[in-house]
C-alpha cells in the first residue's frame, strides 16, 4: 500500500485541462493497490480515481485493462469506468509514467469474508464473466499454468531457502499438475486477481470489482479455483469447506457449472495456490531489505499447495474423491 | 505518508454504531500526514475524514485539539469539525488507539506556492488567530523557545555528524535568539505547522487549514515566522522576498501587527528555522535505515538558519536594518 508517484498540483491542473470535469476540488493519494499509485480525485463534475500505472504494468496492455473496464460497465457490470478526455483519450502521461481517470466506485471490502460474503463474491465473479463475454480484445495469460515450471526453473534455490527440501515437493507438485491440467473447459476473460481487497460490499451486497490489471482469457474455472484460495481459508491455514460451497453456490446461481468443470476443481484450485506461491516466492526474493513495500509472505501460499496436495477433494466441499 | 493502522470493515462498523452517520458506502486509507493514520470516510450521512492518533500525540492533548477545531469551526474558520457520537463524544478508541472522525474539508495543497498563495495564506493564518481568540482551553508549545536549548543539547554529536562543526554554529545561533527573543507580544492560539501541505486553496482562494496537532499557545507573530520560513523559500534554498512581502500583507489586511510584533520577525524566523532544524535533526538520527516513513533532511533547515543567521533583515523585506 503506497503512493509511488507525487502528483502536483500542478501537474494535476495540466491533466485536468484536457477533460470535461471543471477544475479539482480535492485529491489526495490512497493506500490503496501494491502495483499503481492511486489518487482519489474530486472536481467540480463529481468523482473520481486517478492511477498511474507503475513498473509492474506493461503500457501496451492498458488499452485491453481499460477497454475491458468500460465494456463491463457498458454490459451493466458494476466497476469503474474509464473517463475519456475531449479527444476521446482515456490513457494519458503523468510525469513520464501512463495514467487514467476512471470513475469512483463506492463499497467497501471486507478483511474476513463470512460465508455469506463468500456466496455474494461467486455470484459477483460469474456476472463479470457472463458481462465480459463477447468482449473483442483478448489477452494471453501470462502468469497461467505453462508460465510455471520455467518460473520456478529461477526459484528453486529460493525454495530451499524457504524450507529445506521444498523444491522437490513443488516440482512433484508441477508435475501434478501439468498431468492433470484440462484442456478445453469454457473460457473467457477472467479477473485473474479475484482476492477480497479487489470486491466491494455495500450493506452485505456485492457492489463491484475493482483493480482488473490481471485480467486476462483463460478458463472460466480457474478464476473460480483463485477465488477458493483467496477467500476460503481460515487465518489458521484450513480450508472452510462451507464458504467454498457457498462461493461455488453463488456462482451457479448466475453461471452453472458443467461437470468437466467441476471436476477440474481439485486441479484447478492446486494450480491457483502454485501461481500465488510461485509469484509471490519471486517478489520475497527480489524485494531488497529495506525496501518501502514488504512482499506478501510466500509462506501462506505454501501451505495451501500442501493442502490440495494432501486432500484435493476438498475443494469439492468434502465429497468422497 | 503512510497508514500506520489498519482498521478492519468489522471495526469500522463497530465505531460507526455510536453514531448518527448511517453505515459506511466507502473506506480508503490517504497518504497524508506523517504523524497519524488518515482515512477518507463515505457513509450514508456523507463524507468524513477517521485520524488514528499514533505515537506521536499525546492522548491527553486531544481533548484540546479537538476542541480547537470544533471553536474555529464553530467561528467560522473553514476547518474540519469534529463529529460527537451519539453520547457526545468526539473522541474514540480503535485497536487501542484513539480515534476521531471529522467532517471532510475539499480543497488542495499546494506543492510550489505562488506570491498570490502566500498572501492568501497569511490571510488565512490571520483568520485563524482571530477565530481561536477567545477559545476557552490552553497548551503550552512544549517546543518553544524554551525547549531548544535543552532539545540541542542531546543533538550536539547529530550536528557534528551532519556537518562538522555545525555544533558551535548551532550553538551561537541558541544565544543570540535567546538574548533577542521577545516577551512581550500578542499572544493566543498559534497553528504552529502552518506549512503549504496544511493549507488547503480551491480555485486560488484559501479553502481552509488542516492538522491542528501542534497548536498551542504563544507569540501569534511566531506563527508568521514559522510560515515565513515553510512558504517562502525558493527550491535553491533562497529566500523570496516578494513572498514574504506578501505573506505578511495578506496578514495584515485580517490583522495588522504593532510595531513591536513587526520588529521582531528576524528573530522569530530565525528561532522558527531553530525549531524545525533540531526537530528533523532529531527525527532524523532517531530513524532506523530501512524504516517505512523517511525522515525529512534537516539539511533544508540547517540552510534557512545559515540565511537568517546571515540576514537577519531579510524577512523585514530586504529593508536596510
Redo the contacts between chains.
Keep these: 500500500?503506497?503512493?509511488y508517484t507525487d502528483i502536483?498540483?500542478?501537474e494535476?491542473a495540466e491533466l485536468l485541462a484536457d477533460y470535461d470535469l471543471g477544475?479539482?476540488?480535492?485529491?489526495?493519494?490512497?493506500?490503496?493497490g501494491v502495483e499503481n499509485s492511486n489518487f482519489?480525485l474530486?472536481t467540480e463534475a463529481g468523482r473520481y480515481f486517478l492511477t498511474v500505472y507503475e513498473r509492474r504494468v506493461r503500457p501496451e496492455d492498458l488499452p485491453f485493462f481499460l477497454g475491458l473496464m468500460r465494456w463491463l460497465a457498458e454490459h451493466g457490470y458494476p466497476c469503474a469506468r474509464p473517463v475519456a478526455d475531449r479527444a476521446g483519450r482515456e490513457l494519458q502521461i503523468v510525469r513520464g509514467k501512463p495514467c487514467a481517470i476512471v470513475e469512483?466506485l463506492?463499497?467497501?471490502?471486507?478483511?474476513?469474508p463470512s460465508v455469506a460474503h463468500c456466496r455474494a463474491a461467486g455470484a459477483g465473479l460469474a456476472r463479470l464473466h457472463l458481462a465480459a463475454a463477447g468482449f473483442p480484445q483478448a489477452r494471453a495469460n501470462d502468469l497461467g499454468e505453462a508460465a510455471w515450471a520455467p518460473l520456478f526453473a529461477d526459484l528453486r534455490d529460493a525454495a530451499e531457502r524457504l524450507k529445506p527440501g521444498l523444491a522437490a515437493v513443488v516440482e512433484a507438485d508441477l508435475a501434478t499438475i501439468t498431468a492433470d491440467w484440462p484442456q478445453d473447459l469454457p473460457a473467457g476473460i477472467i479477473h485473474a486477481d479475484y482476492f477480497p481487497d479487489n470486491v466491494f460490499?455495500?450493506?452485505g451486497a456485492f457492489a463491484g470489482a475493482i483493480d482488473f490489471y490481471f485480467a486476462c482469457n483463460d478458463a472460466l474455472a480457474y478464476d473460480i479455483a483463485i477465488a477458493l484460495n483467496a477467500w476460503c481459508f481460515e487465518p489458521d491455514g484450513s480450508f472452510n469447506v462451507t464458504s467454498a460451497r457457498a462461493l461455488v453456490a453463488g456462482y451457479e446461481t448466475v453461471r452453472p457449472l458443467s461437470d468437466p468443470e467441476r471436476a477440474a476443481l481439485p486441479v484447478l484450485a492446486h494450480g491457483a495456490a502454485m501461481r500465488f506461491f510461485l509469484t509471490r516466492l519471486n517478489d520475497w526474493g527480489a524485494t531488497p531489505?529495506?525496501a518501502?513495500v514488504r512482499p506478501k509472505d510466500p509462506l501462506e501460499y505454501e501451505r495451501k499447495l500442501a493442502v490440495h496436495r494432501a486432500a484435493p477433494d476438498l475443494v469439492l466441499f468434502g465429497a468422497p474423491g
Design positions: 500500500m503506497a503512493v502536483s498540483d500542478q494535476l477544475a479539482a476540488v480535492s485529491f489526495k493519494g490512497v493506500a490503496e482519489l474530486e469512483f463506492p463499497g467497501l471490502s471486507v478483511r474476513r460490499f455495500q450493506a531489505a529495506g518501502l
